[in-house]
């Protein structure tokens, strides 16, 4: 089987071919934060005008790469929601008229599945596993009896922890997209300022960041106010170690409770090298497997949408020419009881 992906949701320009839901053949990225960078965040109608800008080369590039004819092609799979409307609308009709034009099933794949699935290009997946899926817009902890299942156990109340991430690095004059820089100004920081740890009720499986950005930034706010010097690195390390803390210890007891063999781990901050070694340490602990993909398929790619756009093939999903960008998408499973 060979899906062509399509990923247009945010800042991201993308497209790739993938074999069999596994093997990449190629994975083009046209990424939009270098000019994105200078507005400190993603203006949605800059990402739509660039997208357009882009689409129709990154396909092509894909397909050139991949070395195959639309023809060559099982399926077109493009994200569907959760995402900015003006930025999907923009993948959802290109992929509409690759699929209509080469007379090729159209699927329409959520995004967070697309970051679940990038798992499956690196290692495989066994059911039944946890996925903690954290990244720009989301943080979850989904409990997936078997492929194309997907049941919420746990979400953030306020912030998606890459929002606190970005939002922690603005206030210390950190570039945009902050999480790399205070992943890396952790690393090196001899000491971690103190910062609160947002549990909530036992036994909960929800999240809240808000508290620990407001605690950031009004640590930053007095120190400059008493003209000390604010200590970048060790801000950052505090930052980190909470929110590190906290998801370690949720996502190591939902696997317990639920007795998964394996737990994944999905969105551009499971990039986050502490995060990384911190989850795989406890959790080799426990004797579960960890994955989570290279960083590159981490964040926003076109590969991972084909990957699970496979999936959904292979359940017999199929979208028509009706398909729109939905801003608001649910995660729902495909695969039947
Ligand atoms: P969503 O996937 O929820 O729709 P998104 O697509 O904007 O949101 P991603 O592209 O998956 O999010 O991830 C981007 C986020 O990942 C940004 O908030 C960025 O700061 C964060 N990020 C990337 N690398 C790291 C890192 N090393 N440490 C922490 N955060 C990181
Ligand atoms: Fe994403
Ligand atoms: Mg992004």
């Known amino acids: 089987i060979h899906i062509l992906g399509i990923e247009t949701s945010c800042d991201e320009t993308a497209a790739s071919v993938v074999k069999n839901g596994r093997e990449i053949l190629s994975n083009v990225v046209a990424s939009q934060i270098e000019s994105q960078k200078r507005f400190g965040g993603v203006v949605p109608e800059v990402a739509s005008r660039l997208h357009v800008e882009q689409i129709t080369l990154v396909i092509e590039e894909a397909m050139e790469q991949a070395g195959l004819r639309p023809e060559d092609l099982d399926a077109v799979a493009v994200t569907e929601g959760p995402g900015l409307v003006g930025a999907l609308l923009i993948g959802v009709n290109a992929a509409k008229a690759f699929a209509f034009a080469h007379g090729l099933p159209l699927i329409g794949v959520h995004h967070i599945a697309g970051h679940v699935y990038a798992n499956r290009l690196d290692g495989g997946m066994e059911f039944p596993l946890v996925a903690l899926i954290i990244s720009g817009g989301h943080t979850e ?41 205070i992943d890396r100004l952790a690393h090196e920081a001899e000491v971690a300022v103190e910062f609160p740890r947002a549990r909530l009720e036992e036994g909960s499986y929800d999240f809240s960041f808000s508290g620990l950005k407001s605690a950031v930034i009004n640590h930053v706010h007095n120190a400059r106010q008493k003209g000390q010097e604010v200590g970048t690195a060790s801000v950052a390390a505090g930052f980190q170690e909470s929110v590190i803390d906290v998801v370690v210890e949720k996502t190591v007891r939902a696997a317990k409770e639920k007795g998964v063999r394996q737990v994944i781990a999905a969105g551009g901050v499971s990039a986050n ?27 926003d790619n076109a590969a991972m949408i084909a990957a699970a756009g496979t999936s959904m093939f292979e359940a017999g999903i199929r979208s028509d020419m009706s398909l729109n960008g939905r801003p608001g998408m649910e995660l729902l499973s495909w695969s039947a009881e």
Request: net charge negative; hydrophobic share 35%.
């Open 141 to 181: 902890l989904v409990y997936m009896e078997r492929d194309g299942q997907f049941e919420l156990i746990g979400e953030t109340r306020d912030d998606a922890a890459g929002e606190a991430y970005d939002k922690v690095a603005r206030v210390l004059g950190l570039p945009y997209p902050g999480g790399p820089h």
């Open 273 to 299: 090298k502490g995060l990384r070694a911190a989850l795989g340490e406890a959790l080799e602990k426990q004797g579960i497997r960890f994955s989570v993909p290279p960083l590159h398929l981490c964040t």
